[in-house]
């Protein structure tokens, strides 16, 4: 079956750090893995997805992820976090058909000034 | 253009009540997700339409739930005798179809069972 594991249920880094974000995920057949950001009161963004091809993908805002099949992970990195980027994080595992997402218990991320 | 939106945003029922949950997919969309999110966790898939008819159900927790999508646009996602473990907040998201196509995700109805 299908899983995603996110290790670090929060994560604190100062405005101006960098950031790596945690996930592996279990998966039988080639995977369909996804980051999106929730905001408060706000719906879920795709930041990126990564289905084939280049192993590192590149988002919005700033962010990338790296697709290491050897390790069965997909973390999130972005060189120079900012403020707006206090958020939570979740990683997201699925067939391309898309009909069965799974979702990772997600990571906060809190940005210090 | 607009995106998908649910209502209500928030919704207090009594246990034992019949709720309705609503969303409307972004216009052209013809596959529509209903995620379930409970406190500290990630979403978690409950149903998934394509078009009018529920290609993939199996994440519907028990014969309480139910959702429609009677003329393959907006969604009714209907629960039955609410207890209080259906306390989450509900999303809805929609996809060009359903292949390799982002989903967008609504901002959720946060459903209260007292």
């Known amino acids: 079956a299908q899983s995603v594991t996110q290790p670090d249920i929060h994560i604190t880094v100062s405005e101006g750090a960098s950031l790596e974000l945690r996930c592996n995920y279990s998966y039988g057949a080639t995977p369909y893995l996804f980051w999106y950001v929730q905001s408060p009161g706000q719906g879920l963004q795709l930041l990126l997805k990564y289905f084939s091809g280049d192993t590192l993908v590149q988002g919005i805002k700033g962010f990338e992820a790296e697709f290491k099949r050897s390790q069965s992970s997909f973390n999130l990195r972005k060189p120079s976090v900012h403020w707006s980027d206090a958020a939570e994080y979740f990683c997201?595992?699925?067939?391309?058909?898309?009909?069965?997402?799974?979702f990772g218990a997600g990571t906060r991320l809190t940005v210090k000034p | 253009g607009a995106g998908v939106s649910q209502t209500p945003s928030n919704k207090v029922t009594e246990k034992g009540k019949y709720v309705e949950l609503r969303c409307d997919p972004i216009?052209?969309?013809?596959?529509l997700y209903w995620y379930r999110q409970s406190l500290g966790q990630g979403p978690e898939f409950l149903i998934y339409?394509?078009?009018?008819?529920?290609?993939?159900d199996s994440g519907l927790p028990n014969d309480r739930f139910f959702a429609v999508r009677p003329e393959g646009s907006v969604s009714t996602l209907k629960i039955q005798r609410t207890e209080r473990g259906d306390s989450a907040v509900y999303l809805c998201?929609?996809?060009?179809?359903?292949?390799?196509?982002?989903?967008?995700f609504g901002p959720g109805t946060r459903l209260t069972v007292l």
């Open positions: 997201a595992v699925g067939p391309y058909n898309n009909n069965d997402m799974r």
């Open positions: 998201a929609s996809s060009l179809s359903s292949t390799g196509n982002e989903q967008f």
């Open positions: 216009s052209g969309h013809t596959a």
């Open positions: 339409f394509q078009g009018t008819g529920a290609a993939d």
